[in-house]
């Protein structure tokens, strides 16, 4: 059984960090590319980031390039998303996905049950 679990959300003032883990299991880790999404309320689910199954490509949204870091441990079977510079539109539910490289929700095989991120003013 496949299973994502997120953890690492929480509350945090405007310009703070955070750091997102997604812990996988139940499945070949480093054979899916790891992805990063999230759902603010009353939105769709946007595209946050991605990395290949070797770590050796990224690739992020044009609104978290230079702020946010997305990583893997293939060893530990993680994929993690460092959050800096925070903003009040960063306030969302993220959620963590295993799939191909790719921007499109919907293409990824497997996914979290999500994490809430709120950044306060």
């Known amino acids: 059984q496949v299973q994502l679990v997120e953890s690492g959300g929480g509350l945090v003032q405007a310009g703070n960090s955070l750091r997102l883990s997604c812990a996988a299991s139940g499945v070949t880790f480093r054979n899916f590319a790891g992805g990063w999404f999230r759902q603010a309320p009353g939105k769709e689910r946007e595209f946050v980031a991605t990395?290949?199954?070797?770590?050796?490509?990224?690739y992020y949204a044009d609104f978290v390039k230079g702020r946010f870091t997305i990583s893997r441990d293939n060893v530990k079977n993680m994929v993690y998303l460092q959050m800096d510079s925070l903003k009040p539109e960063d306030t969302a539910v993220y959620y963590c996905?295993?799939?191909?490289?790719?921007?499109?929700?919907?293409?990824?095989?497997?996914w979290g049950q999500g994490t809430q991120v709120t950044v306060s003013s």
């Open positions: 996905a295993l799939g191909p490289f790719t921007m499109t929700s919907s293409f990824y095989d497997y």
């Open positions: 990395i290949r199954r070797s770590g050796g490509t990224v």
